[in-house]
Nanobody, 120 residues
Framework: QVQLVESGGGLVQAGGSLRLSCAAS????????MGWYRQPPGKQRELVAT???????NYADSVKGRFSISRDNAKNTVYLQMNSLKPEDTAVYYC??????????????WGQGTQVTVSS
């Protein structure tokens, strides 16, 4: 069974920092593009950052220069370091694993979400 277990959310003041972690099942991690998405209150889920198994990284424009995604393949864990947080970063943050089982089979897995609240 595939599991994504997130941790690290919480309440922080504007300008502060948080680090999110997501531990994934060993069976999928090495072949997954790992990502963080977020869903602000009353809005749709949106991309924050992704990192491929080869280390290629993509960020949403809104977080470039403030957030950093990384992965530790030995620990099957992906991280999201969030600095200079703003109230508009308030959201439920979800870990995602996009698994290429084959050239034609791709499956998305999601964590349960962790709340990040940034106070002004």
């Amino acid at each position: 069974q595939v599991q994504l277990v997130e941790s690290g959310g919480g309440l922080v003041q504007a300008g502060g920092s948080l680090r999110l972690s997501c531990a994934a099942s060993r069976s999928i991690f090495s072949m997954s593009t790992m990502g963080w998405y977020r869903q602000p209150p009353g809005k749709q889920r949106e991309l924050v950052a992704t990192i491929t198994s080869g280390g290629n990284i993509n960020y949403a424009d809104s977080v470039k220069g403030r957030f950093s995604i990384s992965r530790d393949n030995a620990k099957n864990t992906v991280y999201l370091q969030m600095n200079s947080l703003k109230p508009e970063d308030t959201a439920v943050y979800y870990c995602n694993a996009g698994v290429h089982y084959s050239a034609s089979v791709y499956v998305d897995y999601w964590g349960q979400g962790t709340q990040v609240t940034v106070s002004s």
